[in-house]
């Protein structure tokens, strides 16, 4: 039977091993012997929240990687630099955030690279974590493309703040690539459940560290 790739559509907490092989190529986790953890923050820079991720990582010394939209990047340039002053590494996460699957190959290529022109990173997040396998061949020849080994979920409006932070601290462990948001929608669940994440590793160990683009 075949398995469709919009299967990779389902958002799961933590992707199962059998959705990570259906798109080869892509990081998913940073195998590591070591306590590290990798924040990741999609769609941003956004004014007010964007600031208050940075001071609450500051807070533990957490060095994080932010996905930007090239839109975004533009309107605030102010806090692109922030972001990278503050020793964070951006990433691109298209120009228009778009979704691969209701985009024409090269119109998601372009829009890509376009955002590439104000976002200067290897690093790679398709929105919603979809790319068509023909994009990801194209993209994978001048990007790395990351994923995710545990997702908040903390956009999802329906989901109590207390059930976010759960979702990180059950499933996130040495290596682990964990995806927030810097978006108004995720803001009352980020709120609740970073500094709690930061806290918890922080006891226990941990140092959080950006993404390699190598």
């Given at each position: 039977?075949?398995?469709?790739?919009k299967l990779c559509l389902l958002?799961?907490?933590?992707?199962?091993?059998?959705?990570?092989?259906?798109?080869?190529?892509?990081?998913?986790?940073?195998?590591?012997?070591?306590?590290?953890?990798?924040?990741?923050?999609?769609?941003?820079?956004?004014?007010?929240?964007?600031?208050?991720?940075?001071?609450?990582?500051?807070?533990?010394?957490?060095?994080?990687?932010?996905?930007?939209?090239?839109?975004?990047?533009?309107?605030?340039?102010?806090?692109?630099?922030?972001?990278?002053?503050?020793?964070h590494h951006t990433g691109n996460?298209?120009?228009?955030?778009?979704?691969?699957?209701?985009?024409?190959?090269?119109?998601?290529?372009?829009?890509?690279?376009?955002?590439?022109?104000?976002?200067?990173?290897?690093?790679?997040?398709?929105?919603?974590?979809?790319?068509?396998?023909?994009?990801?061949?194209?993209?994978?020849?001048?990007?790395?493309?990351?994923?995710?080994?545990?997702?908040?979920?903390?956009?999802?409006r329906d989901l109590k703040p207390?059930?976010?932070?759960?979702?990180?601290?059950?499933?996130?462990?040495?290596?682990?690539?964990?995806?927030?948001?810097?978006?108004?929608?995720?803001?009352?669940?980020?709120?609740?459940?970073?500094?709690?994440?930061?806290?918890?590793?922080?006891?226990?160990?941990?140092?959080?560290?950006?993404?390699?683009?190598?």
């Amino acid at each position: 039977m075949h398995i469709s790739t919009k299967l990779c559509l389902l958002y799961f907490v933590k992707p199962a091993e059998w959705m990570r092989k259906l798109l080869p190529g892509m990081v998913w986790k940073i195998p590591s012997g070591e306590k590290v953890l990798y924040l990741t923050f999609d769609d941003g820079p956004v004014p007010g929240l964007t600031e208050w991720i940075l001071e609450e990582l500051e807070k533990f010394g957490a060095k994080a990687t932010f996905f930007c939209v090239g839109e975004n990047i533009v309107k605030y340039p102010e806090l692109r630099v922030k972001i990278e002053a503050a020793g964070h590494h951006t990433g691109n996460h298209t120009y228009s955030h778009l979704n691969s699957f209701r985009s024409g190959i090269r119109h998601y290529v372009r829009d890509t690279d376009r955002a590439a022109g104000v976002i200067d990173s290897r690093l790679l997040r398709p929105p919603h974590g979809r790319i068509r396998p023909r994009a990801a061949r194209i993209l994978k020849s001048r990007y790395k493309i990351i994923l995710w080994d545990v997702l908040s979920m903390d956009y999802d409006r329906d989901l109590k703040p207390e059930a976010v932070l759960n979702n990180v601290l059950k499933n996130a462990g040495p290596g682990s690539i964990v995806c927030f948001h810097d978006n108004l929608k995720a803001r009352e669940n980020l709120e609740y459940a970073l500094p709690r994440v930061l806290n918890q590793y922080a006891k226990a160990g941990y140092r959080f560290l950006p993404l390699d683009e190598n």
